[in-house]
């Protein structure tokens, strides 16, 4: 979800891959180990949260996550639970990285030390303060001076036990005194609108004849004014504390007037400090991207000079390989390439004509595709995009049997248990590697279009450059479809999105041996032994060394490569997109039944959308996917409750509170996209509830009235592929001016090549060049676009720091990376465009 800005959208995103703790202290008892998970949070927001480890105080995880971060955040933090034999979970330390440091760690692997978790430094949200003092005249006859303290709002604190009920207390603190008032309790919102105000005497009362509006510098100097936001709980335990503000009252100055708002501060109560790696520490890497994206006439000429790429003569010449020869892994240029390629329906010619060029410069048949190419890059990430639905349809169901199976298939003598058999766990992975290969070669008909064109063109190219080998057209396909899609997923299931985590280790070790064995199955091998290094391995192979495994290969990979269209592609049966727990209100169906919430196991499958009383019963409710008329977010305001959405049917709408804001945005998103289709969807909804018979947005009194708010569809149906050429534009931008000096050397390689024809230069010898002259051309190009994008992107920056005001709702006093910004701007005394 994009941050709408005037002519630009803000993205931000993260991509997080958490390794291992080490040094976890050991449990206070006569079991020292503890049983770990890890969690991943905005702010005090959970949005991620790993497989428990058991008994271990190194505990590996092994686990990525990657959101679209919906909303502003000041801190990305991490903490590490321990779950003890009550079920009770503690907090043993957290990770907690400001949003302005992330970029220090981009795509690194870091060690983390934890550091404590004290419920006076969980803090998070803002609050929008306004000072004034002013003369008083008592009734006496003499002048003082008073502070008025207006508490207006706060917004996004924390949930604390599932609820929020706040107040603030404001105090005036000074030498000798500590005046405190409290605002009024605010039921069940996280963003309470208090608008109340205080009054404190600062000043001692002056004489009557002195008129001049005088207020004593020390005396001010020596006051600060603190507002502290507390949860009212009804536990016997107190209050919980929100979090503080202290303001200085000289920032009054001259005018005696100060409207601001803040971020709540931790509470600083002299707790005792951590010494590193007391608590242990955490190994993560942390790859957060921030995109700004202008309007789309701004990407045109770059845009364009990249979709020409598939028919550039010679294709080294064009500006997507020309990208991922300036990256330093080829992995960063395939991803928006690929991406921004399918958008646009360009994505087969340019595979193929990459593709091709290098297939002419392979020399043995056996190495084809055998390196870490630009094109074997773009293909693996396309088999990502298009092919997830096809990958969780074919190995799912038999990868969920043996997770939850735990049948032993370890048929290395040296590894063998003492209570397991060879031969039956040789039969145990037998009978799994049968039933995942026939799954696989008879699941032919099923693969996406666009795979089998880039399959098809693959195997014409290869067939052609070598011609004297004749199984050339199937290892050409096999080294992708089975090499990297299918064996990967098989390896590690959570990253493919086929389990919610890593498996266990007995469970990761037979999809270890499947895996091997698949693989070399797809690679058509003759020998076994050339195949592996392990002589149990070997003998295991056996098993299949017959001809029709060979047979069902050839033909599955015949059919996936062919040129013939397929009329019908879609799938039949049943695919599980998504499932979880959520709250639900009641929708209203009984006519005297109240209208409350309940806690429901949700399902959403390419067919219907359903809930359950709990996970694995049959449905109480079933909403058909052609019933879904819009999913729209719903307003806070409605219920008192954060991350709420609207299903809307026919009859009724259904509303429904997610865990957190990540995951309301995936469930929006991906129902918003299974119904795009639907030729009844609704142009306009209500964004608020219809309670006490009327609706909160509109006030109009019918529950049928027509909605008072434009939808916000314009999704693509493709559930898989939901691209923002825009965005992609831009960051294949941001890779160009990254490696600039990388496009600047490889025009001085074109001019090299072209004035002397001699042996390379050392220098220039990294890059493919195969004609220097149409290179420069387009090397000449993309810098002037780049050029021009940097142009608007500083002139951007320039217009921001212009009209930014900080102590505003959108950047309140306390936002140390505006602070960040403020320094850099005003330490360059020219700007650069």
């Not at 010679?314 to 300036?326: D, R, T, Y």
């Not at 096999?478 to 899609?485: D, K, P, Q, T």
Request: glycine residues 4%; contains cysteine; aromatic residues 10%.
């Amino acid at each position: 979800m994009a941050v709408e800005e005037e002519g630009l959208r803000v993205f931000q995103s993260v991509k997080i891959k958490i390794g291992e703790a080490k040094n976890i202290p050991p449990y206070p008892g006569p079991n020292k180990m503890r049983d770990c998970y890890c969690t991943v949070n905005l702010d005090q927001e959970e949005v991620f949260r790993t497989k428990t480890i058991e008994k271990s105080l190194c505990p590996f995880y092994g686990e990525d996550f990657y959101c679209e971060i919906p909303r502003s955040f000041r801190h990305l933090s991490f903490y590490i639970f321990d779950r003890d034999v009550f079920r009770r979970d503690s907090s043993i330390g957290k990770v907690a990285v400001k949003k302005e440091d992330l970029q220090k760690y981009h795509g690194k692997d870091h060690w983390f030390p934890l550091q404590s978790v004290c419920a006076d430094s969980e803090v998070q949200g803002k609050v929008h303060l306004e000072l004034r003092l002013s003369e008083v005249i008592t009734d006496s006859g003499v002048i003082c001076h008073k502070l008025a303290t207006r508490v207006l709002e706060c917004q996004d604190l924390p949930i604390v036990n599932g609820q929020c009920d706040p107040y603030a207390a404001v105090s005036l603190l000074g030498p000798s005194r500590s005046d405190a008032k409290k605002t009024k309790v605010k039921r069940k919102t996280n963003n309470p609108q208090f608008d109340e105000v205080f009054f404190f005497e600062v000043t001692k009362p002056l004489s009557f004849t002195k008129r001049q509006f005088d207020v004593e510098e020390d005396d001010v100097d020596k006051l600060a004014l603190k507002v502290d936001l507390w949860n009212a709980s009804n536990l016997k335990f107190g209050d919980e504390f929100l979090g503080e503000v202290r303001v200085q009252l000289k920032v009054l100055g001259q005018s005696g007037v100060h409207d601001a708002w803040y971020f709540l501060q931790p509470r600083d109560n002299g707790h005792k400090s951590v010494k590193a790696d007391e608590l242990g520490s955490l190994r993560l890497n942390i790859i957060y991207t921030e995109d700004h994206v202008f309007l789309t006439e701004h990407y045109n000429p770059l845009r364009d000079l990249l979709l020409q790429s598939a028919h550039a003569q010679p294709v080294s010449a064009s500006a997507a390989h020309i990208l991922g020869e300036a990256c330093r892994e080829k992995q960063e240029a395939a991803v928006p390439l690929v991406r921004l390629f399918l958008h646009y329906g360009k994505i087969v010619p340019f595979l193929s004509a990459i593709a091709h060029a290098e297939i002419n410069r392979t020399q043995d048949p056996n190495t084809i595709f055998r390196g870490n190419s630009l094109t074997s890059k773009c293909i693996d990430e396309t088999m990502k995009l298009a092919g997830m639905h096809y990958l969780r349809v074919t190995l799912k169901p038999i990868i969920d049997e043996i997770c939850a199976d735990h049948k032993p298939c370890e048929i290395d003598p040296v590894k063998l248990k003492e209570s397991e058999n060879l031969d039956t766990n040789r039969e145990n992975l037998r009978q799994y590697v049968d039933r995942i290969f026939s799954a696989i070669t008879s699941s032919g008909v099923s693969c996406p279009t666009v795979m089998c064109d880039i399959f098809f063109s693959l195997r014409e190219s290869a067939a052609s450059r070598f011609q004297v080998d004749p199984d050339v057209r199937y290892t050409a396909v096999s080294s992708f479809i089975f090499l990297r899609f299918f064996a990967p997923a098989i390896l590690s299931p959570s990253l493919f999105h086929l389990r919610p985590h890593h498996p266990d280790p007995c469970t990761s070790r037979t999809l270890t041996l499947i895996s091997k064995t698949i693989q070399t199955l797809g690679s058509l091998a003759k020998s076994k032994s050339a195949n592996f290094k392990e002589s149990y391995m070997a003998a295991f192979y056996d098993y299949f060394n017959e001809q029709k495994y060979a047979d069902a290969v050839k033909n599955f990979l015949d059919l996936i490569s062919s040129s013939a269209r397929w009329d019908q592609k879609s799938i039949e049966t049943p695919i599980m997109l998504k499932e979880g727990f959520m709250i639900k209100r009641a929708q209203g169906r009984n006519r005297f039944g109240l209208k409350n919430f309940k806690k429901r196991w949700f399902r959403l499958t390419n067919h219907e959308f359903t809930y359950h009383k709990t996970k694995g019963e049959g449905a109480l409710c079933s909403i058909p996917i052609e019933n879904i008329l819009a999913v729209e977010r719903l307003e806070e305001e409605s219920f008192k409750m954060k991350n709420m959405f609207q299903v809307i049917q026919p009859e009724r709408a259904l509303y429904i509170q997610a865990n957190n804001c990540v995951e309301a945005r995936d469930w929006i998103d991906i129902l918003t996209k299974v119904s795009q289709c639907n030729r009844k969807r609704l142009s306009t909804y209500h964004p608020s509830a219809f309670l006490n018979g009327h609706w909160l947005c509109c006030k109009l009194s019918a529950d049928t009235a027509p909605g008072c708010t434009p939808c916000t569809g314009g999704l693509p149906a493709n559930i898989q592929l939901d691209v923002d050429g825009d965005r992609e534009t831009e960051r294949i931008y941001s890779l160009y001016s990254t490696y600039m000096s990388k496009l600047v050397k490889m025009q001085e390689a074109c001019g090299s090549k072209s004035v002397y024809d001699g042996p390379e230069q050392e220098e220039y010898s990294t890059f493919v060049i195969d004609d220097p002259q149409e290179t420069y051309k387009t090397l000449r190009l993309v810098i002037s676009a780049v050029q021009t994008l940097e142009q608007q992107h500083t002139q951007y920056k320039r217009d921001k720091f212009r009209k930014t005001k900080y102590g505003s709702q959108e950047h309140p006093i306390g936002d140390q990376s505006f602070q960040c910004y403020i320094r850099q701007q005003s330490e360059s005394s020219t700007y650069s465009i």
